[in-house]
């Protein structure tokens, strides 16, 4: 992902909604056209945390 948005690896290098466009991608990769065959994609996507802190992608709306 990084390497595709030019950005630094790390966190930061992230977008915002990092399983949306991550989804997005796959859903345009396993685009099957019927003279191929047509089918599936099966994938599992996988995000490296820090000590499993997955909350640390979910961005917090600050209510006033």
Do not use: W
């Amino acid at each position: 992902m990084s390497l595709l948005l030019r950005r630094p690896p790390g966190r930061e290098a992230y977008p915002g909604d990092v399983f949306y466009l991550h989804s997005r991608l796959l859903e345009r990769a396993a685009k099957l056209s019927s003279q191929l065959g047509e089918g599936s994609m099966t994938a599992l996507p996988i995000v490296e945390t820090q000590s499993g802190d997955v909350s640390a992608y979910i961005p917090l709306i600050k209510q006033n």
